[in-house]
């Protein structure tokens, strides 16, 4: 029996992210004609990890808590994929996320595969000591489930850099003296201090940033004085708006996890940035805003809408409010395969998630190869490599969307399952 929320008395039955997945796939495995061999492979996951660990909380009393970590293929490279920290986490989810992180790595020409992962926890909730706690017994609850040329953990929803660490260094415990320093890269999106990469912080956001620039340059379209709004005003939301108010647009409504704040002449991006380090992360309460409910916020007046928060947040109910007239997905599934038909039809673009945000996983790249060499590469360095890189994904993306008369996710998607098809082809199916 399917699950409902009430918005706006009207009753919306919960499309999970995974339903939500695999009606994309089926799509774009029909458009390439794959393999049926090679789909079922693909249909599934190849590896499903639950996990559950007890940690010892301040008060001296022990919790409980489960983890997950989910490989969905590996025929391009290693397992690749974030670990995120949150209530509503679960393997059907990180089963959705971890295909997602599949399509993208093979979108984006990287030697990866897709995997996925997290702890079902409200940090909020936790002391620091305690959430290093469970970030370092989860770490060693993964053991060799992980590793540098096996599976690579990045940052998520509710996990940084400082949780890289941890993981990083509580790995590198486990190895031999003379083995620690050759498994630095156990990890991405680590401090610059621990091995991090000059700019991963931004690496996600400024993906999202180039993807609209790139679309906008396409269409013969300048960003100078376009509105946008922002759904989840966190690391990747906040780094959209910040390049894309520098290239002069404006943003005009912003959503977070507690409510809706909008103003139509502009909300300035780094001082609502500075409110929310000094309100808990909130943006509530932020001056020269109007609050709104949580649905209006999808019909504010807007030329771009950038949902940078959870999946399956643009939905049939909703999808008819939406005034842009592109849709930028900074986080991973945030349209429902319903939506998105009503979207397009309704003549607005959308660029993928798995195009969009790749950024980030870029990022990610960069930094491995960084520690896997033992180089250090600088910040403008690092920028233009990944503008570079995007540009030509985005190029192949819109050049099969123009042969093949396909919307811009069934472009992306044919490219990735195109590439990982010719990788099984050629190296056939063991034994």
Not at 379 to 385: A, M, P, R, Y
């Amino acid at each position: 029996m399917a699950i409902a929320e009430t918005v706006n008395n009207k009753k919306q039955p919960k499309q999970g992210m995974l339903e939500n997945v695999m009606k994309q796939f089926d799509a774009a495995a029909s458009l390439v004609n794959l393999n049926p061999n090679i789909k079922k492979i693909l249909a599934v996951t190849n590896n499903e990890l639950i996990i559950h660990f007890p940690v010892r909380m301040d008060n001296g009393d022990v919790e409980i808590f489960k983890g997950y970590r989910v490989q969905h293929n590996n025929a391009l490279g290693p397992y690749k994929g974030g670990l995120r920290y949150h209530p509503t986490i679960d393997i059907d989810a990180v089963k959705a996320l971890a295909m997602w992180m599949t399509w993208k790595t093979s979108l984006a020409g990287l030697p990866y595969g897709g995997a996925k992962g997290g702890i079902q926890l409200d940090p909020s909730k936790y002391s620091n000591a305690e959430l290093e706690r469970i970030t370092r017994r989860f770490a060693y609850a993964l053991g060799e489930n992980i590793g540098p040329e096996h599976d690579i953990p990045a940052p998520d929803v509710n996990t940084n850099a400082q949780t890289m660490a941890w993981i990083a260094d509580t790995y590198m415990s486990t190895k031999a003296p003379s083995e620690r320093s050759k498994n630095q890269h156990v990890v991405t999106g680590k401090p610059i201090g621990s091995g991090g990469l000059e700019g991963r912080d931004r690496a996600t956001g400024f993906g999202v940033f180039l993807t609209i620039k790139y679309w906008a340059a396409h269409k013969n379209v300048s960003l100078k004085d376009k509105t946008f709004i922002v759904q989840g005003f966190g690391n990747v939301g906040y780094w959209a708006a910040h390049f894309l108010e520098k290239e002069g647009a404006k943003m005009v409504g912003v959503q977070d996890a507690f409510g809706s704040i909008t103003n139509a002449e502009g909300i300035s991006v780094e001082n609502l940035f500075i409110h929310t380090k000094n309100n808990q992360g909130r943006i509530e309460g932020f001056p020269n805003t109007s609050t709104i409910d949580k649905e209006a916020f999808f019909g504010i007046n807007c030329d771009i809408f950038i949902p940078a928060a959870l999946g399956n947040q643009i939905t049939k109910y909703n999808a008819n409010d939406i005034k842009a007239f592109l849709i930028a997905e900074g986080a991973n599934g945030p349209t429902t395969v319903e939506a998105e038909e009503m979207l397009l039809n309704k003549g607005v673009d959308i660029i993928p998630d798995i195009l969009c945000n790749s950024g980030g996983v870029i990022g990610s790249y960069f930094e491995w190869l960084q520690n896997r060499n033992g180089e250090l590469w600088e910040l403008d360095e690092i920028l233009i490599k990944l503008d570079k890189k995007l540009k030509e994904v985005f190029r192949k993306v819109l050049e099969t969307s123009e042969s093949k008369v396909l919307d811009l996710r069934s472009a992306a998607y044919v490219i990735a399952i195109e590439r990982i098809e010719k990788a099984y082809i050629q190296r056939g199916i063991f034994p």
